[in-house]
């Protein structure tokens, strides 16, 4: 799986008055990544539709594509590969509908993250780090702490989520993170591209 800095997920209620495509061509353009969309309240066939779409802008950049929770939608589409969470279908599943696709998995305790090494997911998202409102049915935070764990434990990639700003991303990446995934910060900012820049360089600063 190609190294990722900056993973930003969709978030449309965050930019009521701009259109997804603008605003992740922005996220792009400042330097996103890898995508992931992320839509809880439309028709399967509504997401399947923005699904194309961004299928078609994120080959533009060359940037991985991914589908939460749908994987017929990331079939239909040609995505990177799929995010799934602790109660959707099991990863060992999942990999025999997609093959050698790319698997994320959300995990919120070591033991989840241990579980999804041993059955070959190809990234872990590890979180919520932070308290954050962009997600409904959240568990407690994890805390940076937690974070530290994981660094020195687990070997796949793993990409930090849940209230991660601007203000706080250095206390993520001084716990170990290497690349952070993102939501409000970056798609309810007036200056997404900015914002992106902004996470890139204090990412790439961490790596000298
Ligand atoms: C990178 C990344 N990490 C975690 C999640 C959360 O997934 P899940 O637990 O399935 O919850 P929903 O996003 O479906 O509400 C994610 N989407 N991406
Ligand atoms: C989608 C999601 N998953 C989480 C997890 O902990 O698994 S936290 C989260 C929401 C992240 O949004 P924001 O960057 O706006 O806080
Ligand atoms: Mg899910």
Redesign the pocket.
């Known amino acids: 799986m190609k190294r990722f800095r900056l993973?930003v997920?969709t978030g449309e209620e965050f930019h009521p008055s701009r259109t997804l495509k603008e605003v992740m061509r922005e996220a792009m353009e400042g330097g996103a990544d890898f995508i992931?969309l992320?839509d809880?309240k439309s028709t399967k066939k509504q997401v399947l539709e923005k699904a194309k779409m961004l299928r078609e802008l994120t080959n533009e950049f060359d940037v991985p594509f991914?589908v939460?929770?749908h994987i017929d939608v990331a079939l239909a589409v040609g995505a990177d590969g799929i995010?799934?969470?602790?109660?959707?279908l099991p990863l060992v599943e999942a990999r025999k509908l997609v093959g050698d696709k790319i698997i994320?998995?959300?995990?919120?305790s070591i033991e989840q993250a241990r579980e999804a090494e041993r059955n070959g997911a190809d990234?872990?998202?590890?979180?919520p780090i932070f308290p954050t409102k962009s997600?409904?049915?959240?568990v407690e935070p994890v805390t940076v702490s937690y974070l530290r764990e994981v660094a020195n434990e687990i070997k796949i990639p793993f990409?930090p989520?849940?209230g991660i700003k601007l203000h706080n991303v250095d206390e993520v990446l001084n716990a170990g993170g290497k690349s952070v995934?993102v939501i409000s910060e970056v798609v309810g900012s007036s200056d997404v591209k900015g914002t992106c820049e902004a996470f890139i360089r204090k990412i790439k600063e961490c790596e000298t």
Do not use: A, F, M, P
């Not at 995010?83 to 959707?88: A, E, P």
């Not at 990234?123 to 979180?127: K, L, R, S």
């Open positions: 993973y997920i992931q992320r809880k991914i939460n929770d995010h799934l969470g602790q109660d959707d994320g998995i959300s995990t919120h990234y872990i998202g590890v979180g997600k409904e049915d959240v990409v989520i849940g995934c």
